[in-house]
């Protein structure tokens, strides 16, 4: 153990779960003891003026020196990643970003002697000869996509870091994940959460995965509620690290639909499978998450009937103030 978490820094702050991450983590460590870093301006001042925040590239390891010695962060969550559909349109950037900012935040565990990092995997770290169904915790891992690829690297490397140099690194398999403060970019699941603001605004989505694509999914406050607990974790309870499936529920782009047609009956959907049906195919269908149960007592709250209202709630009271796309 070495030690408590005491100056944080979210690497991708501006991102989908980054965005929302350095909220929480604010409020639960205090807003100057957690510093907010990404490639891109904050689109609302919710992050710039709730605490620190640094114009930063998670692969360039001077920019992370200069943030970690002014405010002597002792954890880092690097939340940057180019994800699957964005990855297949630029497999090098992907490679570069990802792996990149893997390696540089380990290895400033290593040289600042940091008491955690948390690096998130995906369930895209599976690949279409695992099996696709209650997939477990440890099995085939031959993702398709590059993003799969560097999410597996990602795991070998924070295991080799443990092991090696004993560094403290966590890390969930992300399913998709559905929020309303951000739009997620560059995804494959990203159609669960277009869907809503198109019901919302036009009564209408065309979708770009078949009707009956079943992927898993999970509402963002469970996805922060996890990543937190696993950041808090006993270590000594920890058999995995960076590796840890997570999951909440499952639904095809058929069954979301009929969730929001509850609310907005006269919605329509029509389906235009393109390049990351793909990428969805390769994926599992529904996950085993006993492993995060018995090691860190991980359970979901959110449903995805829970999750639709919510959703329908809060868009749709954005919508009425006419800022459906202020984030
Ligand atoms: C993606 N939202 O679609 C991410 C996630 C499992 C999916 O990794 O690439």
């Given at each position: 153990?070495?030690?408590?978490?005491?100056n944080?820094?979210?690497?991708?702050?501006?991102?989908?779960?980054?965005?929302?991450?350095?909220?929480?983590?604010?409020?639960?460590?205090?807003?100057?003891?957690?510093?907010?870093?990404?490639i891109?301006?904050?689109?609302?001042?919710?992050?710039?003026s709730?605490?620190?925040?640094?114009?930063?590239?998670?692969?360039?390891?001077?920019?992370?020196?200069?943030?970690?010695?002014?405010?002597?962060i002792?954890?880092?969550?690097?939340?940057?990643?180019?994800?699957?559909?964005?990855?297949?349109?630029?497999?090098?950037?992907?490679?570069?970003?990802?792996?990149?900012?893997?390696?540089n935040?380990?290895?400033?565990?290593?040289?600042?002697d940091?008491?955690?990092?948390?690096i998130?995997?995906?369930?895209?770290?599976?690949?279409?000869?695992?099996?696709?169904e209650?997939?477990?915790?440890?099995t085939i891992?031959?993702?398709t996509?590059?993003?799969?690829?560097?999410?597996?690297?990602?795991?070998?490397?924070?295991?080799?870091?443990?092991?090696?140099?004993g560094?403290?690194v966590?890390?969930?398999?992300?399913?998709?994940?559905?929020?309303?403060?951000?739009?997620?970019?560059?995804?494959?699941?990203?159609?669960?959460?277009?869907?809503?603001?198109?019901?919302?605004?036009?009564?209408?989505?065309?979708?770009?995965l078949?009707?009956?694509?079943?992927?898993?999914?999970m509402?963002?406050?469970d996805?922060?509620?996890?990543?937190?607990?696993?950041?808090?974790?006993?270590?000594?309870?920890?058999?995995h690290?960076?590796d840890?499936?997570?999951?909440?529920?499952?639904?095809?782009?058929?069954?979301?639909?009929?969730?929001?047609?509850?609310?907005?009956?006269?919605?329509?959907?029509?389906?235009?499978?393109d390049?990351?049906?793909?990428?969805?195919?390769?994926?599992?269908?529904?996950?085993?998450?006993s492993?995060?149960?018995?090691e860190?007592?991980?359970?979901?709250?959110?449903?995805?009937?829970?999750?639709?209202?919510?959703?329908l709630?809060?868009?749709?009271?954005?919508?009425?103030?006419?800022?459906?796309?202020?984030?």
């Open positions: 153990m070495k030690g408590e978490m005491k944080i820094l979210v690497i991708g702050a501006c991102g989908q779960i980054g965005s929302e991450l350095i909220v929480a983590l604010r409020e639960r460590y205090g807003r100057d003891n957690v510093v907010a870093a990404d891109k301006e904050p689109k609302n001042d919710e992050i710039a709730s605490g620190p925040f640094y114009y930063a590239d998670v692969t360039e390891r001077a920019c992370l020196d200069v943030i970690i010695r002014k405010h002597k002792d954890t880092i969550y690097n939340m940057a990643a180019i994800l699957s559909a964005s990855g297949e349109k630029n497999p090098q950037l992907c490679w570069k970003v990802n792996m990149g900012g893997v390696i935040v380990l290895q400033a565990a290593i040289d600042y940091m008491v955690r990092v948390i998130p995997s995906s369930i895209a770290a599976f690949g279409p000869d695992t099996p696709r209650n997939t477990p915790n440890d891992l031959r993702p996509t590059m993003y799969g690829v560097t999410k597996v690297c990602g795991e070998r490397l924070c295991d080799y870091y443990v092991k090696r140099f560094v403290d966590r890390g969930l398999r992300y399913p998709g994940i559905i929020s309303y403060k951000t739009l997620p970019g560059g995804g494959t699941t990203d159609y669960a959460v277009e869907i809503f603001y198109k019901a919302i605004e036009e009564g209408r989505y065309t979708c770009f078949e009707e009956n694509t079943l992927l898993p999914m509402y963002m406050p996805c922060i509620r996890a990543t937190i607990m696993l950041a808090e974790a006993d270590f000594d309870r920890l058999e690290h960076n840890f499936n997570v999951a909440a529920f499952s639904f095809t782009p058929g069954e979301l639909a009929r969730a929001i047609k509850k609310y907005i009956p006269e919605f329509e959907i029509e389906y235009k499978p390049y990351r049906q793909e990428i969805a195919n390769s994926w599992p269908t529904s996950i085993d998450d492993v995060a149960r018995r860190w007592n991980w359970k979901p709250e959110w449903t995805i009937d829970s999750m639709t209202r919510d959703m709630e809060k868009l749709s009271e954005r919508h009425k103030q006419g800022k459906l796309y202020d984030m």
